[in-house]
């Protein structure tokens, strides 16, 4: 595992990697009491323009915009808001997930994947 470095922009995930990891788990646990963060996840497709993911709470409730309209090989330039009110790290295998549930407009139960940390990057 490697060491957490710093960077200038914390708030931006865009390496994926322990130290992006890192900061995924203060901002849940900061939901967790009560505080709010806010976060921007910019992932790169392999055919595509950058996925974004604008994700901030209040220290009660969670906002997640999903934007493709920066991605001019989108074929479905749209943004997508969820309002959610838990956020978990799930882990696997080989990954840890953040998963948004009790999302409005969805079953309480149902997890809404938001990004992915592949372990072999840590």
């Not at 950058?50 to 994700?55: A, M, Q, R, S, V």
């Not at 838990?86 to 998963?99: C, N, Q, R, T």
């Amino acid at each position: 595992m490697s060491q957490p470095v710093t960077r200038d922009q914390p708030n931006l995930i865009t390496h994926f990697d322990q130290t992006d990891l890192e900061r995924v788990k203060e901002m849940i646990h900061r939901f967790e009491e009560g505080q709010g963060d806010n976060l921007t996840f910019l992932q790169w497709g392999i055919d595509s323009g950058p996925f974004i993911y604008d994700f901030y709470n209040d220290g009660r409730v969670l906002y997640l915009r999903v934007d493709q309209t920066r991605d001019y090989m989108s074929t479905n330039p749209t943004k997508t808001e969820y309002v959610c009110r838990a956020i978990e790290l799930a882990e696997s295998d080989d990954l840890y997930k953040v998963e948004l549930s009790d999302c409005r407009n969805y079953p309480t139960d149902q997890r809404i994947p938001m990004v992915s940390f592949p372990k072999e990057n840590l």
